[in-house]
């Protein structure tokens, strides 16, 4: 019944993911990042298809643990910002759920929990991103702690992340902060688990023992000015809704609310049923890409919250009821559209709306 569809292609996803691991060292093992529904990709089904690949998933949330756990997924699942109340650590041990512990606050509630089973811990870190993480004088103090405390699995596990790892501009502070890791974890006797996509993309060979791929798995770069494909990467989602109608416009014709876009020779105007409410953003310039029968025409006017606007040019064939493609295909990518809204592309595919249809194409078992 839904008009807007997000096709997910899981085997891309797979494809992606086995591309990673094979430029990384082979002792590096793979949490697939499920946050935020897999960046809007669904996460049962993005766990249930890299089952024989990722080591593990990351997701932000306790609810996102427990969905992927009462959908029967096994493997471990780390919690990368921790818990946020001590009464989490209930659900955190029933479920086996990995957190990282970065406050005196989450060591003072371990202490003071008595679980059947053991933690798994992961000491966050601050190596200059000033989010999560003990700095370099507290790490003893609190890993000395954490060692004291029976329900927490040992050794203790280090986690940390790098802020600047997408950008080329900020090398320097990439070799500061991973200095910063080096000095806080080089005699460490816990597992260790630093990159993200971007410092696997970039520089794979130095991968720690865990690694946590969020944006590339997705086939999206995780840097601005490149596309998923400069990886070799292919898109999962791809975004489509149809042509609901086709006006002819006259020079002069003024389109949409505020009028913003003015009709410079006659041509096809096509009203496409997908707007800011199903989650295609409304910031975009007259002129954005959309993909229709095999070929690129461009937005006009505002895009609206049910509908948007797309000239089809005076000679064009199309159809109603032909689908038209917003993002996730070779012509019209998911980059492109971040870049001409001034965001990332992360945003984008984790805001669709539940008014969009998902569905799933490639293998989800084996
Ligand atoms: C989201 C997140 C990741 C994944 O980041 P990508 O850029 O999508 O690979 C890794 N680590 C932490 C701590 C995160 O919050």
């Known amino acids: 019944m839904k008009t807007v569809e997000a096709q997910i292609n899981l085997s891309n996803l797979k494809y992606n993911v086995e591309l990673i691991g094979r430029s990384l060292p082979a002792h590096s093992r793979i949490y697939a990042v499920l946050?935020?529904?897999?960046?809007?990709?669904n996460s049962v089904h993005c766990a249930r298809a890299l089952k024989h690949i990722a080591y593990g998933y990351a997701v932000a949330r306790l609810e996102e643990a427990v969905e992927l756990r009462e959908a029967g997924i096994d493997k471990p699942i780390l919690m990368l910002g921790g818990f946020f109340r001590s009464e989490d650590l209930q659900t955190i041990a029933r479920y086996r759920i990995e957190v990282t512990v970065h406050s005196d606050w989450q060591i003072e509630a371990l202490r003071n929990f008595h679980a059947d089973n053991e933690i798994k811990v992961w000491l966050q870190v601050n190596i200059g991103m000033q989010r999560l993480g003990f700095n370099y004088e507290d790490i003893k103090p609190a890993l000395a702690a954490l060692n004291e405390i029976s329900c927490v699995a040992k050794p203790v596990g280090a986690?940390?992340?790098?802020s600047c790892a997408d950008?080329?501009?900020?090398?320097?502070?990439?070799?500061?902060?991973?200095?910063?890791?080096?000095?806080?974890?080089?005699?460490w006797d816990g597992e260790l688990s630093l990159f993200n996509s971007a410092a696997c993309a970039y520089f794979p060979e130095d991968a720690t023992d865990?690694?946590?791929?969020?944006?590339?798995?997705?086939?999206?770069?995780?840097?601005?000015?490149?596309?998923?494909?400069?990886?070799?990467?292919?898109?999962?989602m791809t975004l489509s809704s149809e042509l609901v109608a086709i006006r002819e416009l006259h020079p002069g014709d003024a389109v949409g609310y505020g009028a913003s876009w003015v009709c410079k020779k006659p041509?096809?105007?096509?009203?496409?049923?997908i707007g800011y409410a199903d989650g295609y953003p409304r910031a975009v310039p007259n002129g954005t890409p959309v993909e229709i029968n095999g070929?690129?025409?461009?937005?006009a006017g505002h895009v609206c919250m049910d509908m948007m606007f797309v000239d089809l040019g005076g000679d064009s064939n199309d159809r109603i009821g032909d689908r038209v493609y917003l993002w996730?295909?070779?012509?019209?990518?998911?980059e492109t559209i971040a870049e001409a809204v001034n965001t990332i592309p992360y945003e984008l595919v984790c805001h669709l709306?539940?008014?969009?249809r998902y569905t799933y194409t490639g293998d989800t078992e084996d």
């Open 35 to 41: 946050k935020a529904d897999a960046y809007g990709h």
């Open 295 to 299: 070929r690129v025409v461009k937005t």
């Open 210 to 236: 865990y690694v946590r791929i969020g944006i590339t798995q997705y086939g999206i770069s995780p840097t601005l000015g490149k596309c998923g494909s400069d990886f070799g990467l292919k898109p999962v």
């Open 328 to 334: 996730g295909t070779d012509l019209v990518k998911v």
């Open 159 to 162: 986690i940390s992340h790098l």
């Open 167 to 187: 950008d080329i501009s900020t090398q320097e502070y990439n070799r500061l902060q991973l200095a910063a890791w080096h000095r806080m974890t080089d005699d």
């Open 267 to 273: 041509t096809k105007l096509g009203i496409v049923a």
């Open 353 to 356: 709306s539940d008014r969009v």
